[in-house]
């Protein structure tokens, strides 16, 4: 029997590890922080099988969330840009091929409003419309390694929380959308004065592929955790996830 050294038993542990890092969100987060040392004292796991550096890598992601959160500045604004510098035509992108984007029914949409709320109504997109409206021309970065400047345009997300007296010192809002996908944001970024509940792009009516009737434009944080074609919103202080968080994207996903 060969019995293998230590060493080289944690070595096999971090090249799986290293592995598992095929996401790039993750790799950007965790390459730096990686050892097996370092992954075990930081999460307190001992780590001696796959699920045991799976679960690892989940609690350094975590960990990394309060670093985020930490390191957050509500009043701190992204960049903005000209007209000139908007990207045409802007790329599309979901977890499926352009033909197969929702078809949401203008008339019969009902926003959902839901958890700590104090008022459930379901919203009409006349009455979205209605609320004073902010656009701003802003860069969206996805983790698949591309970035496009646009312009986005719709209600400024800490006045709808306030107009449906949203419980602020909650922790998170999620988000449910038309296409199955959801995710969900830490409430200081909800709040954000560049955080909007985007209803246009370009100055037109938000465009199918790029979420009508709605999506939550947020230029402080990456693209994945912008959902498009919202269709309900509610405040928890339950951890809701996310479609790719789930699957191991950091959910703090910071820009
Ligand atoms: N509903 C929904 N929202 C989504 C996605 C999706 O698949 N479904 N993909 C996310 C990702 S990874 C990106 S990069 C952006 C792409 O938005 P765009 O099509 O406007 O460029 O949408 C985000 N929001
Ligand atoms: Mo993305």
Same mark, same amino acid.
């Given at each position: ?20 890092? *095929? ?83 203008? *008339? ?26 902010? *656009? ?43 296409? *199955? ?75």
């Amino acid at each position: 029997m060969i019995k293998q050294s230590p060493l080289a038993g944690d070595d096999a542990v971090v090249k799986e590890a290293l592995r598992r890092l *095929d996401h790039p969100a993750r790799r950007l987060f965790m390459q730096r922080a990686l050892t097996l040392g370092g992954l075990s004292l930081l999460t307190g796991c001992s780590i001696t099988d796959d699920e045991s550096v799976e679960n690892a890598l989940m609690k350094v992601s975590r960990l990394n969330d309060k670093a985020q959160a930490w390191l957050f500045d509500p009043n701190r604004l992204a960049p903005t840009y000209p007209e000139s510098m908007i990207t045409r035509p802007f790329p599309f992108n979901a977890f499926y091929d352009e033909d197969r984007v929702p078809d949401v029914d203008a *008339d019969a949409f009902r926003l959902e409003v839901s958890g700590r709320v104090a008022d459930k109504h379901a919203w009409t997109l006349s009455e979205l419309r209605a609320m004073p409206q902010a *656009d701003q021309i802003t860069r969206h970065i996805c983790v698949e390694g591309w970035s496009a400047i646009g312009k986005w345009g719709g209600v400024p997300f800490s006045a709808f929380l306030r107009r449906v007296g949203a419980d602020l010192n909650a922790r998170y809002v999620g988000f449910k959308c038309a296409d *199955d996908y959801y995710t969900s944001i830490d409430m200081p970024t909800a709040l954000h004065p560049q955080t909007l509940l985007a209803l246009s792009y370009d100055g037109q009516t938000l465009p199918r592929r790029y979420g009508f009737p709605m999506k939550l434009r947020m230029p402080t944080k990456l693209g994945y955790k912008n959902p498009k074609h919202v269709q309900a919103i509610f405040v928890t202080n339950t951890y809701p996830g996310g479609y790719w968080e789930d699957q191991g994207y950091n959910w703090f996903g910071g820009s």
